[in-house]
């Protein structure tokens, strides 16, 4: 990520302190600033939050501290970086800053080669912790979602079902007999099949609010947001006939001779149940199994609850 893209929000009452931090910064950083604290936590709540916010103490709303201490307590705002901007020199204001969550503290009046440099070095760490956390939603193997990611995604469906309603679609499929596929073919050929069906679900699963993860070694799961029954079983058959379409040779498969794989599929809408999302997850692995024990390579549904 180039400095460019990097966003730093102004959060100051005063005009000229505004205007001078961002004429200091804006060749370097996209610059957007509230004047008030509610306007500051709605802005970091965002869609597009700020990468780092200079948050000035006296603020006339609400002081500084109150405000970082409302940004650490919100999960969705509680790892953008808070560089304090203030005239209070003293080292309890400091302390108190930095105990708060805060990552840094500028004296008024400022030394503009300093803010930069301080800057930079907060929004590289930034980059490298954003990297960081990206690579840890994904699985080492095939680079599509980790099992860690799912269940974050499902939980965020759960309490989306909860606030606004609507409905909410789950397909839970695995790739059929592949334990033999592994013991004759060896755990190289076995991963690289892993991969080629990772990429081939990853051809369907196309839009940026559904999710396609690995759920654990060769299970996989697909999170389908605002769709109902019939939309999720035609992602279900276009995911079936995508794997078939790899011909992945598996000649020690008992029902076909190639890689194929088993799906389950579950609906929950929320006008009609208060079911928890772990429960569409079982239904969904029923409907998994009982293809399983229909022979493999079909799509199941769950039964309606």
């Not at 000229?16 to 004047?35: E, G, W």
């Not at 919100?74 to 560089?83: F, R």
């Not at 006008?271 to 997850?281: F, N």
Request: proline share 4%.
């Amino acid at each position: 990520m180039s400095h460019d893209q990097q966003t730093i929000l102004i959060v100051d009452d005063i005009a000229s302190d505004i205007q001078m931090l961002a004429n200091a910064l804006q060749d370097d950083y996209r610059i957007i600033v509230a004047t008030q604290g509610w306007q500051a936590i709605q802005m970091a709540s965002s869609e597009c939050p700020p990468d780092l916010i200079l948050l000035d103490i006296m603020m006339p709303d609400m002081d500084g501290y109150s405000i970082c201490k409302q940004l650490k307590s919100d999960p969705k705002t509680m790892g953008i970086p808070v560089v304090f901007v203030t005239a209070l020199q003293n080292n309890e204001d400091q302390e108190r800053g930095l105990n708060i969550g805060a990552v840094d503290y500028i004296i008024k009046p400022f030394h503009l080669p300093i803010v930069k440099a301080r800057l930079r070095n907060h929004m590289l760490l930034k980059m490298k912790t954003d990297q960081l956390e990206e690579l840890s939603h994904l699985d080492g193997l095939t680079g599509i979602a980790n099992r860690r990611h799912f269940d974050e995604v499902l939980s965020k469906e759960q309490s989306r079902l909860q606030r606004s309603g609507g409905t909410l679609s789950l397909i839970m499929l695995d790739i059929d007999f592949f334990k033999p596929f592994n013991d004759n073919y060896g755990h190289g050929t076995g991963d690289e099949c892993l991969t080629q069906v990772a990429r081939a679900l990853s051809r369907v699963v196309k839009r940026p609010t559904d999710l396609l993860a690995r759920y654990g070694g060769e299970e996989f799961a697909v999170i389908l947001p605002d769709t109902d029954l019939e939309g999720a079983m035609l992602v279900a058959k276009s995911l079936h006939a995508e794997v078939n379409r790899l011909a992945i040779p598996h000649a020690y498969s008992k029902v076909f001779g190639f890689i194929t794989i088993s799906l389950g599929v579950a609906n929950l809408s929320s006008a009609k149940t208060k079911e928890p999302v772990y429960k569409l997850l079982k239904r969904a692995d029923d409907a998994l199994y009982k293809a399983k024990e229909l022979g493999r390579n079909r799509i199941c549904v769950a039964e309606k609850i």
